[in-house]
């Protein structure tokens, strides 16, 4: 799934390609943010490039543990002082409990949605419903359908080779993340297109 770089840290192209498009959305939504958790930070590349854009913001990192040891090591290189050490996070499980102590208003995640099963997606609504602030931003990037159609026949191919890794893949439809969001008291304020028919998505909670 990732490359590695020369410095032996996990490496995934596809973020250096989007990341600009990500920031320059984040950049009008998040510029009042002081506490972003990023859920399923990957690598970690997304996690060193924002934070070093919105250096006001605390940038908390969070992965299952098999993923922690690559995004320590690029923690490790940026030294920022608004990265925070990761978070182990398995939605299936209790959340960590410095997020239930703290809440954060605003959360980012990317190219998850898709690669979970269904059920998973619904527990990270469920979570994060938990651990936001009654005003919190949530931007969730990746492919979208609409109205039950795929946007692109490269999103088509994509789904079917997503489903032939896993049946519970799959590209997820809008209207269903929406209710998700809508359940936990977020509304939809901004639905961005980026490169490669993906979306960047930017949800309000309502007090």
């Known amino acids: 799934?990732?490359?590695?770089?020369?410095?032996?840290?996990?490496?995934?192209?596809?973020?250096?390609r989007n990341r600009a498009a990500i920031l320059d959305v984040l950049k009008r939504h998040f510029s009042r943010a002081r506490r972003v958790l990023e859920i399923g930070s990957g690598t970690g590349q997304h996690a060193v490039y924002f934070a070093a854009a919105l250096p006001n913001a605390e940038w908390q990192t969070s992965d299952v543990e098999a993923a922690l040891p690559g995004i320590?090591?690029?923690?490790?290189?940026?030294?920022?002082?608004?990265?925070?050490?990761?978070?182990?996070?398995?939605?299936?499980?209790p959340?960590?409990?410095?997020?239930r102590d703290a809440r954060y208003d605003a959360a980012f995640t990317a190219n998850t949605l898709h690669i979970i099963s269904w059920p998973e997606v619904q527990?990270?609504?469920?979570g994060l419903g938990e651990v936001l602030?009654?005003?919190?931003?949530?931007?969730?990037?990746?492919?979208?359908?609409?109205?039950?159609?795929?946007?692109?026949?490269?999103?088509?191919?994509?789904?079917?080779?997503l489903k032939r890794q896993s049946s519970t893949s799959g590209i997820r439809d809008f209207e269903a993340v929406d209710a998700l969001a809508a359940s936990i008291g977020l509304e939809l304020i901004s639905d961005h297109?980026?490169?490669?028919?993906?979306?960047?998505l930017v949800w309000r909670r309502n007090s």
């Open 1 to 16: 799934m990732f490359d590695w770089d020369g410095n032996e840290r996990p490496f995934a192209r596809s973020v250096e």
């Open 72 to 93: 320590r090591s690029w923690l490790d290189e940026a030294r920022l002082p608004n990265l925070p050490p990761v978070l182990a996070l398995d939605i299936n499980g």
């Open 95 to 99: 959340w960590p409990v410095r997020a």
């Open 123 to 126: 527990r990270l609504f469920a």
């Open 133 to 161: 602030t009654e005003d919190a931003l949530l931007a969730v990037y990746g492919p979208f359908n609409y109205n039950g159609a795929f946007t692109s026949d490269s999103n088509r191919v994509f789904d079917e080779s």
């Open 193 to 200: 297109t980026m490169p490669a028919n993906n979306r960047l």
